[in-house]
């Protein structure tokens, strides 16, 4: 029988057999590992953002005039441009876009964040960049009959939102993203979270409408129930890292959004499907509508109805650091801006022509 003379350097198991250094060193050097893709400038952007916490507005509005300050100068790279570039670019938007100064500043600010957070380039002309000086506008404000009035021409849901924000003195999307553990019906309260600032604050719950409120709350437990009976939900999304401290809670009914959306949607963010806070357009749309059926004939939107809030308060003697509290405001100096209303005409000086 014919046989093989055995290698003496096998090892009796080929799957087992270590190389030796030699060949690992020749297969180390033959492996070619995966070109790694570059990120895209917006995309470093974006992340940076998330990073810092801002909000999901803010990140859109970056975003938007940074693409808009690249294509502006042919998309060219901005590690390729600075100050005459900036401010060639806020120049046109004031004079050929014609854009306000708070808007061309927050596009300074954009601007800023792109070289200072993301490309990391500190430089002395980013200090030197010309801000366009915001005018001080006085806020439209209506009277307590006008309130009325426009409250008169809306019902259910916009009515209870619009309600709110003339008595609780909160912002449109401070409303929007109140959730049912934020109400406490006993101490009449409202604590708003992550408002402007990403401050919490408390505010007043009106008496008036407790019954209201509560009704809304029924409904949201009714529309909670529902969706939890939906294969794909994955609840309401939590802030930061909840979801992971607490599992659960994003199934739990204190977490649902007091105004909640008619439909679920997908979340931008982890692209589960759930269910939202209602859009702030239809909360516009209403208060819009309401007013061109009443005979007022000023400018309000939605937040005229917060600058009424403060006003009133300020014309039935409230301390006006007990007004700042109320509002948010991190300095004093914002909220004065609302006793303009405690002079009559023009600074409490009776006009000589009546005097004929």
Not at 239 to 245: C, I
Request: contains cysteine; positive net charge; charged residues 25%.
């Amino acid at each position: 029988m014919d046989t093989k003379r055995p290698n003496k350097n096998y090892s009796g198991n080929f799957a087992t057999r270590k190389p030796t250094p030699a060949v690992a060193a020749a297969a180390a050097a033959e492996t070619v590992l995966p070109a790694t893709k570059p990120v895209k400038l917006l995309d470093q952007v974006r992340a940076r953002l998330r990073l810092k916490h801002y909000s999901l507005r803010t990140e859109a509005a970056y975003i938007g005039w940074i693409r808009r300050f690249i294509l502006f100068h042919q998309k060219r790279h901005p590690k390729d441009m600075g100050k005459v570039e900036v401010e060639a670019f806020l120049s046109h938007l004031a004079s050929a876009a014609k854009v306000s100064a708070s808007t061309q500043n927050q596009a300074l600010a954009a601007c800023l964040f792109l070289y200072r957070d993301v490309l990391g380039i500190e430089l002395p002309w980013l200090n030197d960049v010309t801000r366009a000086k915001v005018s001080q506008h006085v806020p439209c404000v209506l009277s307590a009959t006008e309130v009325r009035d426009l409250l008169a021409y809306m019902d259910g849901r916009a009515w209870l939102m619009a309600s709110l924000l003339y008595g609780t003195g909160m912002r449109l999307m401070e409303c929007l993203r109140l959730r049912v553990k934020d109400v406490d019906f006993q101490r009449l309260e409202i604590t708003v979270r992550q408002g402007k600032g990403a401050k919490d604050r408390r505010t007043m719950l009106p008496a008036s409408l407790v019954a209201p409120l509560r009704q809304q709350l029924e409904r949201v437990q009714v529309l909670h129930s529902r969706d939890l009976e939906t294969p794909e939900f994955a609840g309401v999304a939590l802030p930061f890292a909840l979801a992971r401290k607490y599992p659960n809670a994003e199934f739990e009914l204190a977490w649902a959004y007091i105004f909640p959306a008619s439909r679920l949607g997908i979340d931008p963010l982890g692209g589960k499907l759930r269910r939202h806070h209602l859009d702030e357009k239809v909360l516009q749309r209403a208060v819009h509508s309401a007013l061109l059926r009443t005979e007022i004939k000023k400018p309000a939107s939605c937040h005229t109805l917060r600058h009424s809030f403060a006003t009133h308060l300020l014309e039935a003697g409230y301390d006006i650091r007990t007004v700042q509290e109320l509002l948010g405001h991190a300095d004093v100096a914002t909220t004065m801006i609302y006793t303009h209303v405690l002079n009559k005409g023009g600074k409490g000086v009776r006009s000589p022509l009546d005097a004929l």
